[in-house]
């Protein structure tokens, strides 16, 4: 049962590599992105998995309530900020997208590397 | 300690994932990023990340979606089958994933606390926040006045990925297609004819604020801050333009607004780092900005986290415009 404390990594690698595959093996870009949001999503949680503290609690002090446990904070820091930055980069990619789309009809990599050859 | 809950919606989450890659249908996968997004955020709440939890809720299962749905009626909602093999990625992918996995038995067990992540600086954020803060939150603590560089270097990140979208979709497509900029052209498909979420949506629309603000100014003593209540607006606000149509949102917030908004919250922190140094301090260094150093913190994290909200807000709504403004092509 003390193995299952790992289970959360598990999770952590399996998502990174779930997310990281669609990245390489999907052609069509927005699967891509949506592989890419996977990925980063994998990294939140491997984060968040680290500032656990047992029998802790969210790190709010109350006043008068003494010996609590806290949750690390740091963590969470990181990963609240890069929650929102991560939705901004995916936007960014989503705006390339849609320009690939207008200059070529096509957000498939196979079929916009194809019409490249072409034209050289 | 074991959390067998926890567990069970760690399996969800990577059968979601597996779900969305596997799928071909574009607007089934991206709403299953929604709820991977939601179970993602009741995992981070079981692991005391109250804050955390509420950014993800807002950005991924709310914003997120919105836009990749405006990516998707712009491109294509269906994947293509690929000419080639893919047998390559998926050895390498698996070889990999084994080998992380291999690693993870070094590392410390899931709450034990003597994790070296527990034993360097965050017991003594922990100790000092009461003292040098005042503040109960140690979160908006540490991120608005301890680690502020890092918070201001994220929110120039957002404002830059803001004018990055505006630049690449903002311009003619290639065609010579102007994208809609005049505000009266503004895309009128609105979901106004559907009743019953019109009505639930005037319903939610003032509250939704209302709790974005509460998020905002509230974020010193329970689980907020700028990045949640700029998301939770913007969601709101979202929800107001798919519902009565871009025109009308456009007249309650211009795009000069959201511009500004987008710009101004970034300054506003900036300026707030400056006037620590006129005032005879470091940039950044809120202690100095009152003759109490404690009430010159929680002044300084107050307008800072405001500006964040800003910032946010404006640049996730001029992203969405600009995406929705789109011609297709």
Partial sequence: MELFGLFNYWTFAVLLMIGFYAVIAKSNHVKKLIGLYIFQSAVFLLYITMDKVDGGTAPIIQEGVADQIFSNPIPQVLILTAIVVGISTTALGLAIVIRIKEAYGTIEEHEVREMDRRVQ | ?329
Avoid at chain 2, 20 to 26: A, C, E, K, M, Q
């Fill in chain 2, 1 to 329: 300690m074991v959390n067998l809950f926890a567990m069970f919606l760690l399996t969800m989450l990577m059968i979601t994932a597996i779900a969305i890659v596997r799928t071909r249908d574009l607007f089934v996968a991206v709403m299953l990023t929604g709820i991977f997004s939601l179970l993602m955020s009741a995992i981070f709440f079981i692991l005391d990340a109250a804050d955390v939890a509420l950014t993800e809720a807002a950005i991924g299962a709310g914003i997120t979606t919105v836009l990749f749905l405006g990516a998707l009626a712009l491109t294509a909602d269906r994947e293509r089958t690929v000419p080639y093999s893919r047998w390559l990625p998926g050895i390498v992918v698996a070889i990999t994933t084994l080998i992380v996995i291999y690693a993870t038995f070094d590392k410390p067990r899931l709450g034990d606390p003597m994790a070296p992540v527990h034993q360097h600086v965050a017991p003594w954020y922990l100790e000092k926040t009461p003292e040098l803060i005042g503040i109960p939150n140690v979160v908006t603590a540490v991120l608005g006045s301890f680690r502020g560089y890092d918070t201001m270097g994220e929110l120039i990140v957002i404002f830059t990925a803001c004018i990055g979208v505006l630049f690449l979709l903002g311009g003619t497509n290639g065609k010579g297609i102007q994208p809609r900029s005049n505000e009266s052209e503004a895309l009128d498909v609105t979901l106004s004819h559907h009743v019953i979420p019109r009505v639930v949506g005037r319903l939610l629309i003032p509250f939704i604020v209302l709790f974005g603000l509460y998020v905002q100014f509230h974020g010193e003593f329970g689980p907020g801050g700028g990045f949640q209540a700029g998301s939770i607006i913007a969601a709101g606000i979202i929800l107001y333009s798919l519902l009565e149509g871009e025109q009308l949102a456009f007249a309650a917030l211009p795009r000069w607004t959201l511009m500004a908004m987008a710009a101004g919250g970034a300054i506003l922190y900036g300026a707030v780092g400056i006037a620590g140094i006129a005032m005879g301090g470091n940039f950044l260094d809120y202690s100095v900005l009152t003759n109490d150093p404690v009430l010159g913190q929680q002044i300084g994290i107050l307008i800072i986290e405001a500006g964040v909200g800003i910032t946010v807000c404006g640049a996730l709504l001029a992203i969405f415009h600009a995406i929705n403004a789109r011609v297709r092509g």
